[in-house]
């Protein structure tokens, strides 16, 4: 073989794997979808809202949606999109605040077992639709930063570890129990490969 046979065939080799590379990064990717939803009646519709209460009784309040791109097993986290609205309340309502916020990275996906219950889904594909984890870095319209954790457990997982809505921070404070007021804090995620 003259060398330029053999630096052709290195080429083409090279070339080969990286598009092989690039086909199993795109298929190694889960793309999904996020939403704080309501339950009317037997219809799942987007648009709900979810709480979190914080140590001292005060409440942030989250509407909210987005899209993101995550791994299916190591790797770095890809595109992320969303935000919604929040609200906090003092104890007792005092100190009350609003704004908006916008998602600004995606930490961690991760899917659960189980399937959604006897509904009319509204909101996406109801086969896409799943339970999990989803951990995100938010910036709110007030300067502050914050995680906003989402977590839908569909009624056939059967676990008490997992709950069903959002927790959140906004600058050093966490609003970390989970809190539902009066039918809120209804999550799901529609997530295909």
């Known amino acids: 073989m003259t060398v330029t046979k053999r630096w ?4 083409a080799v090279g070339f080969l794997s990286v ?19 309501s339950i009317q009646g037997s219809d799942v519709v987007p ?4 709480s979190a ?4 009784g005060s409440l942030i309040t ?13 790797g770095t986290p890809h595109a992320v999109t969303g935000g919604g609205t929040w609200e906090t309340r003092g104890f007792l309502g005092v100190g009350a605040a609003s704004g908006t916020y916008s998602v600004t990275a995606l930490v961690h996906f991760e899917p659960a077992p189980g399937t959604l219950p006897l509904v009319n889904d509204l909101v996406g ?7 999990g984890l989803l951990v995100l870095r938010i910036a709110y319209s007030d300067g502050s930063q914050g ?8 009624e056939s997982f059967d676990t008490d570890a997992v709950f069903e809505g959002i927790t959140a ?25």
């Open 147 to 154: 995680i906003l954790v989402v977590s839908c457990r569909l």
């Open 125 to 131: 594909d109801a086969d896409e639709a799943s339970a």
């Open 62 to 74: 989250l509407t909210g949606s987005g899209t993101f791109v995550a791994p299916k097993s190591s």
């Open 169 to 193: 921070s906004k600058g050093f404070v966490d609003f970390w129990r989970n809190f539902p007021i009066r039918g809120s804090n209804r999550t799901l995620f529609h997530v295909r490969q």
């Open 47 to 50: 648009g709900g809202v979810a």
């Open 53 to 56: 209460m914080a140590n001292d």
């Open 8 to 11: 052709l065939w290195a080429i």
């Open 19 to 37: 598009i092989g590379q690039g086909s199993l990064a795109w298929g190694a990717s889960l793309h999904g979808r996020w939403d704080i939803v």
